[in-house]
């Protein structure tokens, strides 16, 4: 008999277990797998802003300049396509904004089109006013605001 | 017999009407006379709205509260002078019952006189409201409204929406709400308030952008842009089925307007150039309605959706200009201010109010005939003012103006008077639009 005791501990312990573990395997199931991670947008060295003037969709020398590079910077990442942001100031009414902002992005995007960029690898969307980089109620703030950005996906 | 015809036949014609659509507690309504005098008339109404006469306490603390929400409502509209009741008002000299004394009301300079009881029969409250034309000691109106306890104010404006249709011959504000935007939970969301800023809430929770509400006329539908999907999105909501349509895969959406019920015309951009198209409210586009290689926004429409303002960059900086849907002729509108945009059409008649982007910084709200006459300027000297919108009965204008610091909504009436806060509260309130139903 005072041999059994042991034995029958070492049935019972693992036994316990055994049916812990079916328990638990149930839960594991029934969890759902972790969502993908987004995709992670980076700005890339090479790919820069273009800036506008006031009230202006049209393509400034500097603005030239910047979009060359962009668009040879495109050529060389072909696994990368590219979200161009159209921003406006915040004076003038949010509506008009909304719509000078979309102006903005498309002359960018038109331009490096032209440079021989395939328009499928190309997005646009303009934010208007809503986004703004500079906080300041002043024209430093306002250049730096008009701009068309480059986002790389 | 002429001129029996001439007294009788159209005060019969406001009886039936009114029992037509009142039918259940009208008792007594000689109201055509009355609106013909006052549209003679200019300025307010010399109104004393009487103390209501309750018995009982439950009754008595209804009657206080009906009271502050009537005060309170007539004094909203701007059409009112709001005279105290004098002290001898009430006259039971004859100690038997209580008669208007209507000489202590023509001696305080009153024209109509408006007074009630409240009673309470099986937990419900009854309003009765009698209304006299003070110099002739005539009763003009009179009828029960009946509610619980927790309607104190649809039943007080239900009241103020009769007085003001009985002595203007118009609709009111009364029911009607605002929508708007604001930025105080640190996103863009769409709120609605009554047309007081009463009884806020909250209509979208996107988390993102949100921007440009308004109703159609008859409330069912409101249509915003948010930028849940990545870009500017115009959607359609159906208030009541709680389905929403997203219009237009790509591009961009801008500012919508409401032509009628069952179309809202918005700025798209999505077959490659920027047009304002007509769209039907289950997000299928009807047609695009214009074709200019410039910004063309903002569309508001003519009470009869015949004719359409909006704002375009066609000539350089924005204008407003005039479309004949049916022609498709368009006329420019402004000539007067560099940068003239957000249009907005009185829901009543031919005007139509803008802000001016003035060369000072100050942005100032003008109203002008649709004709491009009668030019005048509502705010000045008080910052950014912007985005104008007709009440309902078009006899006043809610707006939002920084001349506090943050930017808030405002009232004032269409001669640019009676400016006043509408809304306390956090963060930043934009893009308010009124809507006409009730």
């Known amino acids: 008999m005072k041999t059994m005791k042991p034995l029958l501990r070492s049935l019972v312990i693992p036994s316990m277990l055994f049916l812990g573990a079916c328990c638990c395997a149930n839960e594991v199931v029934v969890a759902p797998p972790p969502p993908p991670p987004p995709p992670v947008k980076v700005v890339l060295p090479g790919l820069g802003d273009v800036f506008y003037d006031f009230d202006r969709s049209e393509l400034r020398a500097d603005a030239i300049t910047q979009l060359k590079t962009n668009a040879n910077w495109i050529q060389a990442n072909s696994s990368n396509n590219v979200i161009i942001e159209g921003h406006c100031d915040e004076r003038g009414t949010s509506e008009y904004n909304l719509a000078l902002g979309e102006r903005r992005a498309n002359s960018a995007r038109d331009y490096i089109v032209n440079l021989g960029v395939a328009p499928v690898r190309l997005k646009t969307v303009s934010y208007g006013e809503e986004k703004p980089f500079a906080d300041g109620h002043n024209e430093e703030a306002w250049a730096q605001n008009r701009r068309a950005r480059f986002v790389a996906e | 017999m002429i001129q029996f015809f001439r007294h009788v036949v159209p005060g019969t014609v406001v009886v039936l009407f009114f029992l037509f659509f009142f039918p259940l507690h009208l008792t007594a309504v000689e109201a055509g006379e009355y609106i013909a005098i006052r549209k003679e008339g200019s300025g307010n109404i010399a109104l004393v709205l009487d103390r209501l006469g309750a018995d009982g306490k439950k009754e008595s603390r209804f009657a206080q509260g009906i009271d502050t929400v009537m005060h309170d409502g007539l004094d909203f509209t701007g059409l009112f002078s709001l005279i105290s009741p004098p002290l001898n008002v009430k006259d039971n000299s004859d100690g038997k019952h209580v008669a208007i004394n209507f000489g202590a009301l023509t001696s305080v300079g009153a024209e109509v006189y408006a007074g009630g009881v409240v009673t ?125 349509a997203a219009v237009a895969k790509s591009g961009v ?42 910004i063309d926004i903002s569309p508001t429409f003519s009470p009869d959706g015949s004719k359409m303002a909006f704002v375009s960059s066609r000539n350089g900086l924005p204008q407003i200009f005039v479309e004949d849907l049916q022609s498709g002729e368009v006329k420019r509108l402004t000539f007067s201010g560099r940068y003239n945009t957000q249009p907005s059409w009185s829901p009543i008649g031919d005007k139509i109010a803008y ?60 001669k640019g008077g009676k400016e006043r806060l509408l809304l306390q509260g956090d963060g930043e309130q934009t893009q308010p639009s009124w809507s006409l139903f009730r």
Not at chain 2, 146 to 156: D, N, P
Not at chain 2, 253 to 270: K, M, Q, Y
Not at chain 2, 271 to 278: K, R
Request: proline content about 2%; charged content about 25%.
């Open chain 2, 253 to 294: 959406s801008i500012d919508p307007g409401w032509r009628s019920n069952s179309e809202v015309a918005a700025t798209l951009s999505f077959d490659g150039s920027q047009g304002i198209y007509l769209i039907k409210t289950d997000g299928s586009i009807s047609r695009r309605i214009t074709n200019s290689k410039s």
């Open chain 2, 120 to 244: 309470m029969k099986s937990n419900l409250f009854n309003l009765n409201m009698e209304v006299y034309e003070a110099s002739g000691s005539k009763l003009l109106f009179k009828k029960t409204y009946t509610g619980k306890e927790g309607e104190l104010r649809s039943i007080g404006h239900a009241f103020c929406a009769d007085l003001v249709e009985l002595l203007t011959g118009k609709r009111s504000v009364f029911g009607s709400k605002i929508v708007f935007v604001s930025n105080k939970t640190g996103c863009k969301e769409i709120y609605e308030c009554d047309f007081d800023g009463q009884e806020l809430e909250q209509l979208t929770n996107s988390r993102s952008i949100s921007m440009n509400p308004t109703l159609s006329p008859d409330g069912r539908h409101l249509a915003y842009i948010d930028f849940t999907s990545g870009r500017s999105t115009l959607y359609i909501r159906n208030l009541a089925e709680r389905k929403i």
């Open chain 2, 355 to 414: 802000t001016t982007w003035e060369k000072s910084g100050e942005i100032n709200i003008f109203v002008i005939n649709a004709d491009g006459t009668g030019l005048v300027q509502l705010t000045q000297k008080c910052g950014e003012n912007k985005s104008p919108c007709w009440s309902p009965d078009g006899e006043m204008i809610v707006f939002t103006s920084n001349r506090q610091g943050k930017e808030k909504m405002y009232v004032m009436n269409s």
